[in-house]
């Protein structure tokens, strides 16, 4: 039987995505857990977040998970959604600067002010609901129509280093990273708790997904 681990850091919608997990796994077992061996030991792990990043990484430090989540990221199915997301590229400029996991290599930028095409200014955070674009065939794309809308909360983006590691992008107003993947690792700026249908699926595939991109 699987048995998700929702890591529990406390700075994650912990309580909305562990019951979006449990309604999507019919025989799943979820736990939300800061405890290392927990972790280590789960099917699979799912990385939460929302807040800033200098208190996300600081509170990793302080409960001595930041060498878990790399060794998790590793050797299992890997799931980072938002503030956890952002947390495995190198860097972020958030808060003059924050040095973060270092999974994929790439900076974490705030977003510019901007225009939309009619001329209105856009609101930093990026806040609702937006087309996803998939930019390569993924089994957590599976039963999820080509730009679908996902629920976004974000000042801050992803910037990899390598363009072949984004598996969906998105427009505010230019394209970003809306997804990020490779080997065993998905990772969302999006909230797929928070999704409807389309993030519902998300993670029904997160659950039934053996790690493999293809």
Known sequence: ??????????????????????????????????????????????????????????????????????????????????????????????NNGVNTLDIFTGEVKLFQPAKNADGEKLKVPHMGWNEVHQTCSHPLWKGIEQNSRFYFVHSFYAVPEDKQVIAGTSAYPDDFAAALYKDNIFAAQFHPEKSQRAGLQLLENFVNWDGQSS
């Open 1 to 94: 039987m699987h048995r998700i681990a929702v890591i529990d850091y406390g700075m994650g919608n912990l309580r909305s995505v562990s019951k979006a997990l449990e309604a999507v796994s019919n025989n799943a077992s979820v736990v939300v857990t800061s405890d290392p061996q927990t972790i280590l030991s789960a099917s699979h792990v799912l990385f939460p977040g929302v807040g800033a990043i200098r208190d996300c990484m600081a509170e990793l430090k302080h409960l001595e998970l930041e060498h878990v989540i790399k060794q998790a990221a590793q050797e299992k199915p890997f799931l980072g959604i938002c503030l956890g997301m952002q947390a495995l590229l190198t860097h972020s400029e958030e």
